[in-house]
């Protein structure tokens, strides 16, 4: 005859054998509920593991696995010979007595602080969220175009490995040394560097690559120069670090460079950050004697140059330019870049190229942000480049979005060839598109989003000389950009109409 016990384990347990879940996972979790709702009390036996098996038609080992997960968790006591019994958990946290004021608003959480606290407007959020059909972004990788089974296959391989634990508990500088010299030859065979690994750090993004450079750089009242058009998130790390943003004209041939020699000294300026390969947002390219010139009154003027180059990876006609730091023989570049574009963001990284002493020193600010970062990631990246899988996939990918730069353009023929201007790019994944009316582009995105598209204000350029729009299309099929092309169109005639 059955315990009472075994007829309520009957009556609560069932498991099913095709979902992804453990079995001994699915009982476990039961006979917990069961528990906390009272229905098992503490002290009650269970039955050994042979009966149990019996009684739910399973195999041993998983109800032995079900009474070692209770037992991890602290929700049964095994007694060898005696049996397995239920335990009531102790609660492991105790009220704080003696507090009497303000008990009534304990009900809630506070919404805010109860102390003083600098908050930063530099640092406040350009994020904006959208429910529409389709978004325009400022130039962004598909990632449908990810290889999302053979990354689950590469992933898992990686997780097996045994040294993994072993990397976990090492050090920083030792951890990295098989990637980092990976990524050094993968930086020296296509980015034309001669550099080693006591040269380059890898971090989470671009983005945090620049918040240690500019920590290191950046004195308060610095003066930084960036280009009149520049990126936003760039200038919202240089001002958080307290300097002082002076723009310099960008035509069609880059940032000019004279208007440096014309208007500053030696040492007035810490550092001039330049996108030479494509300049955010326009994409021109700085011109091979606008480098060089660059680069000489660096060393005469004594200021740094950080050179970001965000999208390196996807050219479409002829060869990349080759980045500024690889011509570069005093030490004067620091140059950020990214890895891994046509992936998922989780499996991209940021690097910084520079002099050996300003890596040692970048390293102690990277120590207490993100000490061990993504060992799984790195060794993913590592094996990658060795095998040459990552220029595969770029190959791949730019095939596909140089046929959606030429569909884009050719649409933008088709519909706003008297309205607007744009260069066909030779990289990137965006166009560069000039209105030749100025219309209001903030009535602009209202009208669009009215029409199920999506224009955040950080892709949208206006003030008196300018009204453009930096288009990415990288995210787009080419059903989705003929869409947006019309809904762009429809837009534009709605707010011409109204001037």
Known sequence: MHSPVYDILESLISFEKSTTTSIYIQISQQIINAIQRGYLAEGSALPGTRKFSTLFQINRNTAVAVYDELASQGWVDIIANKGTFVLMP?????????????????KAYPETAGFPFQSSFNLASTEEYSVSKYVINDGQPDLRLHPTHQFSKWYSASMKRGSLISKWNQTQEQSYTTFSRQLCNYLNATRGFH????????????????????QLLIKNKDVVLVGNLSHYKSNMIFQQAGANIITIPVD???????????????????????CAHRQY???????????????QLAKVYQFAIIEDDFDYDFQFEGSAMLPMASSDGEGIVIYLGRLGQSFFPSFQIGF????????????NYLQILDKQGDLIQKQILTELI?????HRLIKKNITIYKQRRDYLCARLTIHFKDDATWQVPVGGLA??????????????AEKAKGHDLFLPK???????DICAIRLGFGHLNEDEIDNVIKILKTSFEDVKSML
């Open 90 to 106: 102790e609660k492991k946290t105790a009220a704080i007595k003696g507090v009497v004021q303000g008990l009534d608003k304990l």
């Open 252 to 274: 069609d041939h880059g940032i000019d460079v004279d208007f440096i020699e014309k208007n500053f000294t030696k040492h007035s300026i810490r550092c001039v950050y330049v």
């Open 352 to 363: 910084v190229v520079a002099p050996q002493n300003i890596i040692n020193e970048a390293k």
């Open 386 to 390: 060795s095998e040459g899988e990552i």
């Open 281 to 295: 947002p326009t994409a021109v390219t700085l011109t091979p004697e606008r480098r060089l010139k660059l680069l």
């Open 458 to 464: 950080t892709v949208l350029y206006q003030n008196k």
């Open 195 to 214: 550099i080693k690994p006591n040269n380059i750090i890898s971090t989470r993004s671009t983005e945090m690559s620049l918040y240690i450079v500019s």
């Open 431 to 444: 166009v560069w598109l000039c209105f030749k009316i100025p219309v209001s582009l903030i009535k602009l």
